[in-house]
């Protein structure tokens, strides 16, 4: 009962955030709107039990990705005449049409979850921390690891083209 | 849960790569600042050849280790060694020629390193999560490696449009497997296998998450229209870093394309709806004749060697891609060109990288009348050329050759015509490269003082060797292939 109050507010919040995110003219205010619709996503899971995906959800995205959005923004710092100035109404005619089949997946989806099928049927501590940590740890061991060894050639290439004096 | 010595065993190329990788940036951090930095180039060689070594001395093991994520398989094995092998050719270029372009560092070793090993282990990868990490474990150090050469503008520019683009086609792929994940309920290639062999019309989220599977492995294989970076990248990236996307990247995005367009999504080929026949055939056939035909017709018109070589590596995509198509002797087929291809377009580069200097050198210009000041080098450039185009009694023409037979078994005849009709046109600019070289008189002295390097000398010998060895004497290295391709449907 509860939580299905609680869904539908915290899913019409994701919804105008969102539209927020794309309607605000300073990039300021956009970013600020996604950070606050990715701690309403993160709500989402925390309602259907996937807790480690919420808690990852507010550090990585709501934390370090927007910070670096943020940051992103700020070192570009655009004035109004160059955000008011594009209109792209072509852009935006493409948008709606690639929207098209987009919507027309997302309609196929509801309609099969409606008839009570469509979604694949998961265990009850699907996406708990313990679940999650399971899998990190057996089955998924080796890509965890391989993933280390990938952050680790990422750093040398970074600092490799971008630090200043290397000797 | 536990995991055993049979299953490390499997990774162990990528071990051996990777840990090599590790103590060449401890031994360039702990070695005195402004020495050279050559004997990291040795030590590259030794930890490529190891790890090329132990893919072939660990035991076959098709059944998948570490809970099905990756498997040693004939494919993974070839691959391998193919990778490594083209690492190894362009450590040589890089040996002499990277000082004296300004990027004396360690660093690209260890980058060239570590995407090997990430060749390596999407090579064996058996899971899309696993297809995903080697490709990502191959392609982020090669941006760096496209920039590795600071105050050069076009390395620069090369290394942020290969970053940027790249990032994308990896966003395509994640999205892709995302959908089919969230349509088959697992990523491991052989439940794939098993959720496409039937009834794939049925399933709009498989059948969008496929192509886009297929969008994210077709932009590293520089597939036309996914190509547009390939001429920029390959031309601005320092030579021997250009040696090693030409062939190394291109082998392991082939593995990729083979591991999961092919062996996974294999009942995609072809199934019928209201009497119309759909399915992969037809994507890729599109693919493979747009890819022959753009990047021939605009090569015909590039005034840069080095630009030339890359569209002509573009165009060798479309030829393997025919034999994509032609299920079982295709396979054989791809991997033995895929070894012919890189001794070739390695063997070409490294000429390219012997005549080039911190001036530049690398256009059409530049080597007219460049075959009086350097003859072995012109001759050998001329062997490697010969062998693109595929002219006997080269390796290059037997490549095309099983190619194209494998194809005319597979029932393509419309592609191969094409695919002859537009080696016929790579002849073409083959030759220029050939005609500047032998009979244009040379005005530019550019490349006239070059400083002669025995690392690069010696990787054009090997190259030369290897090419006129397999144009004589194919039959083993065929057979190996056919071994390795043995589990292609």
Known sequence: MWADILFWVFAAAVIVLALAVITFKNPVNSAMALVADLFFVAALFVLVD????????????????????????????????????????????????????????????????????GF?????????????????????????????????AAIIGAVAIAKRRLW | MTVTIN?????????????GALLIILLDSFSAPRTPRRFLGGFTIFFLAVAALSAYIVPLRTESAFHGMVMMDGLARFLSVVVMLSAGFATLLAMDRLPEQGSARGEFYALLLFSAAGASLLASAADLVMVFLG????????????????????????????????????????????LVYSSVGSTALGRLAAASASGWTEKPLLCMGAVMLLVGLAFKAAVVPFHMWAPDVYDGSPTPATAYFATGIKAAAF??????????LPGMRAEEINGNEIGWHYIFWGLAAATMAVSSLTALVQKDVKRILAYS??????????????????????????????????????????????????????YAGIAKRHPYAAAAMA????????????????????????AVQGGLINLTVLGVLFSVVSAYYYLRIVVAMYMEQGENQAVIDISPSAAVVTAICLCLLFTIIIGLYPTPYLSVAQASASMLP
């Open chain 1, 120 to 152: 694949l049927k998961v265990p009850s501590d699907y996406g708990t921390i313990e679940a999650v940590g399971r899998l990190v740890f057996g089955q998924y061991l080796l890509p965890f690891e391989v993933a280390s060894v990938l952050l680790l």
């Open chain 2, 7 to 19: 299953d490390v065993v499997v990774i162990l190329p990528f071990l051996v790569a990777s840990g």
């Open chain 2, 135 to 178: 490709l990502e474990t191959l392609s982020i150090p090669a941006y760096a490696m496209a920039a590795a050469l600071r105050r050069d503008v076009r390395s620069t520019e090369a290394g942020f449009k290969y970053f940027v683009l790249g990032a994308f086609a990896t966003g395509f792929f994640l999205m892709g497997t995302a």
């Open chain 1, 50 to 117: 996937a807790h480690f995906l919420a808690v990852i959800q507010i550090l990585l995205y709501a934390g370090a990705v927007m910070v670096l959005f943020l940051f992103v923004i700020m070192l570009i710092n655009q004035g109004p005449d160059e955000l008011g100035r594009a209109r792209r109404t072509f852009a935006k005619a493409v948008a709606l049409i690639l929207l098209f089949p987009l919507a027309l997946v997302v309609l196929r989806v509801v309609e099969n979850v409606s008839k009570g099928g």
């Open chain 2, 313 to 366: 590596s573009v165009a060798h995509v479309g030829y393997l891609l025919i034999g994509l198509l032609a299920g079982k002797p295709g396979g054989a087929a791809v991997l033995f060109y895929l070894l012919v291809y890189t001794f070739m377009t390695v063997g070409a580069f490294a000429v390219v990288a012997y005549l080039e200097n911190s001036k530049g050198g690398t256009k059409l210009s530049d």
């Open chain 2, 383 to 406: 062997v490697f050329l010969f062998s693109l185009a595929g002219i006997p009694p080269t390796g290059g023409f037997f490549a095309k050759f099983y190619l194209f037979k494998a």
């Open chain 2, 255 to 264: 593995a990729a394309l083979l591991r999961v367009v092919i062996l996974s």
